[in-house]
């Protein structure tokens, strides 16, 4: 049963525990069925039944029903069901209750009394065959079921790692006890059965308890399969066996402790970090038993006293340092497999050569890149992954660092070519790194493929050039539409100034003579062209704004408010109309000039385009606006009116150069082009306008100097 879970080591975890899961179950039959028999036996009064070899000790009615019990406990520990775990632990509690109870009673009564061995058979079995029999339940017998059902409970009901540890470790205990028993049967030896003038473990619960140690050994695998060992168990239960033997058969004084270390060091095998302090335990309960199981006399019991107390020491002094030995091998293999599935998962190749240059690993990462298995590469010169030159000067360079000592590549990340399978060449990134372990060497190189970033770079500098023509396209461009604002703005204005001048002679001269129709086309006329001229002044003055630079400076907006409403006083009187300033204006880094062009086209269309008879035009400052879509804005300006309105569909038109949705009672002053030019200037300056406008109440211009709206719900 243990070769064949042994053997299960290699296989899937659910197949193992699937195999435990099974041994469990069939040792619980096993135990059930043999404690059925030994009480079918005792109540059918055959007494070969109950000792099977006469003149043998016989198994008692309570241990019996201790092994009844005992094996529907363990076939139903490992059931995994919350609802069947609760009748398995019932089952061990009252094995648990009816062993600790013979123990005290032997501890208090002595050899001679069986109270707790006849409170059943006295009511179920002849009082002449129970005498016959005689006996009871041996005090060895009591500790395995109590140790052997206490663990039980434990592994199911206490929720903690170390649970099943403890179960393992009772289930050596109990397998050894009983070889130790079935071998004394066999040599005769009465003391491997019988501890001292107690009542003796019976041939069948000898037997039944190495079942019962199996299946407890069994389940403890089958909650933590991880825990099992690397070596066969039949190991270390063969160095319990014979260390115990061995105390039980040689004089008294020598030390046969020694005999455990072999038992505390198979822990290395182990991958519980703690197994050699649960076989040293293991072996200081063998070790007090095999003192307490003879009788001593009086003068080698102090001796024999001091013989063990240093065995132990030297036992928990050797585990310890196997537990620190296996617990630094298990930190060193978990972070082994940390770098190796780092290694694994990482994008770049990762390659390890010796001093020679040999290829001693190579990473998935690697063979994409290269195209080369392992098995292609590992055992070969790194060099076959290089193309000239670097092939042909690579052994030289390591020849060169193993006399000198200088480092050209380690500890840098240099730019160099690499070979794929195919031949093809193609540039990466090496750094390289030492790594010594011992006396020897090795180099870990991190490869990254920069084929993609070498593209984009040249992708990039053909950029950059047609950039650069673009950028002598544009200044050509930029001077011929300076040449051409000149050119209009002299041979353009020359015709319109004739047919002014001209219009206006006619109307100076031959007034008289032409009828009411006629004056009134002539005056038509000089209109007109006074209208185009400032067009194409507007048209001219637009063009320069978006190529003129911008003399920034530190501008208080109250001082430019006061010089805007200063040169409008007439209009502002025309019209009873009036402009105040809504709190506290900050000063801006900004161009005062133009930024006062801002502020005098707004405040004229608000005072223009007002059907109020006493407009008012409000100017503030907002650090923190929040619009009705929910858009959020910082350090933002207004210029509020009580005006007509504008409709939400005309709010991006009248942004159009020479685009107006009314005349206004000075129509002939303006092109249409003023809300042009604000919305370049504020551009400019990095910034954005919009409104908001309600007909019938006025409208409100929001903008901002030097950052955008924040895109983003008010309520956030």
């Known amino acids: 049963m243990w070769s064949a879970a042994a053997a299960g080591l290699q296989d899937d975890p659910q197949i193992k525990r699937k195999r435990y899961r099974s041994a469990v179950i069939g040792i619980g039959f096993l135990l059930a069925l043999l404690g059925l028999i030994a009480l079918a036996g005792w109540l059918l009064q055959l007494e070969v039944i109950i000792s099977v070899v006469p003149d043998f000790p016989s198994m008692a009615f309570n241990t019996a029903l201790c092994f009844v019990l005992s094996g529907g406990a363990l076939a139903t520990s490992v059931t995994g069901r919350r609802l069947v775990s609760v009748p398995s632990t019932a089952l061990s509690v009252f094995v648990v209750v009816i062993a600790l109870a013979r123990l005290i009673e032997i501890t208090i009564f002595g050899r001679a009394v069986h109270h707790i061995d006849r409170l059943l058979t006295d009511i179920l079995i002849s009082p002449d065959f129970a005498a016959q029999i005689g006996g009871g339940m041996g005090p060895n017998t009591a500790a395995i079921f109590l140790m052997g059902n206490l663990s039980l409970i434990a592994a199911q009901n206490w929720r903690v790692a170390r649970a099943p540890l403890v179960q393992e470790l009772v289930s050596y205990v109990v397998i050894t006890l009983g070889m130790i028993a079935l071998t004394s049967y066999v040599t005769n030896a009465e003391q491997g059965y019988r501890w001292g003038p107690y009542a003796t473990m019976a041939l069948p619960t000898a037997i039944g308890m190495v079942l019962f140690g199996g299946g407890l050994l069994a389940s403890a695998w089958w909650r933590q399969p991880e825990s099992r060992g690397r070596i066969p168990l039949w190991v270390p239960a063969l160095v319990c066996f014979t260390g115990l033997t061995a105390d039980l058969y040689t004089p008294l004084g020598v030390a046969n402790g020694i005999l455990y270390v072999p038992l505390v060091l198979t822990a290395l095998w182990f991958r ?204 050509r461009s930029n001077h ?100 105040v300033i809504d709190g506290q204006l900050p000063e801006v880094v900004c161009d005062a000039l133009r930024l006062t062009e801002v502020f005098r086209n707004l405040i004229t269309n608000a005072i223009k385009y007002n059907d109020k008879p006493h407009p008012l035009v409000s100017i503030g400052y907002l650090e923190r606006f929040v619009a009705r879509d929910g858009t959020t804005a910082r350090n933002v300006f207004f210029v509020k009116d009580n005006g007509k309105g504008i409709p939400k569909e005309f709010h991006e038109d009248i942004f159009r150069i020479f685009k107006r949705l009314e005349k206004s009672q000075d129509s002939d002053d303006g092109t249409g082009a003023g809300l042009t030019f604000v919305r370049k200037i504020i551009a400019r300056h990095n910034g954005e306008i919009w409104l908001e406008s309600e007909v019938g109440t006025g409208t409100t211009f929001y903008f901002t100097l030097g950052r955008k709206r924040e895109e983003q719900n008010a309520a956030a």
């Open 272 to 475: 519980n970090r703690k197994a050699s302090l649960l076989f040293a335990l293991v072996c200081t309960i063998l070790v007090l038993l095999g003192f307490f199981a003879v009788r001593h006399d009086n003068v080698g019991f102090w001796q024999e006293v001091t013989n063990r107390a240093i065995t132990l020491v030297m036992l928990w002094l050797i585990a310890l340092l196997v537990f620190y030995y296996v617990r630094n091998r298990l930190n060193l293999e978990t972070e082994r497999i940390r770098f190796s599935a780092l290694v694994r998962s990482t994008p770049d190749a990762v390659l390890t050569i010796d001093e020679k240059g040999t290829i001693l690993s190579f990473n998935p990462a690697a063979e994409q890149m290269f195209g080369y298995t392992p098995q292609e590469v590992i055992g070969r010169n790194v060099k076959m992954l290089m193309p000239e030159p670097y092939h042909s000067e690579h052994d030289g360079y390591l020849r060169h660092y193993a006399e000198t000592g200088e480092q050209r590549v380690i500890g840098t990340t240099r730019k160099v070519s690499g070979r794929r399978k195919n031949g093809v060449a193609f540039p990466l990134d090496v750094s390289v790194s030492e790594v010594k372990s011992g006396g020897t060497k090795a180099f870990v190189g991190i490869v990254r493929d920069i084929s993609e970033r070498v593209t984009q770079e040249e992708r990039l500098k053909t950029t950059l050039a047609q950039l650069e023509d673009y950028t002598a396209d544009l200044e």
């Open 480 to 579: 011929d539409l300076d040449e051409f604002a000149y050119i209009a703005s002299h041979d353009l204005k020359e015709p319109l100034r004739g047919l002014h001048n001209h219009s206006r002679f006619l109307l100076e001269d031959y007034e008289g003579l032409l009828d009411e129709d006629g004056v009134r086309r002539l005056n038509r006329l000089v209109r007109l062209s006074q209208r185009m001229e400032k067009l194409v002044n507007d048209l001219l003055y637009f063009s320069r704004i978006g190529r003129q630079q911008l003399a920034v400076k530190r501008t208080d907006i109250n001082l430019v408010i006061k010089d805007v409403i200063a040169t409008m006083e007439l209009l502002l009187e025309e019209r009873h109309a009036k402009v």
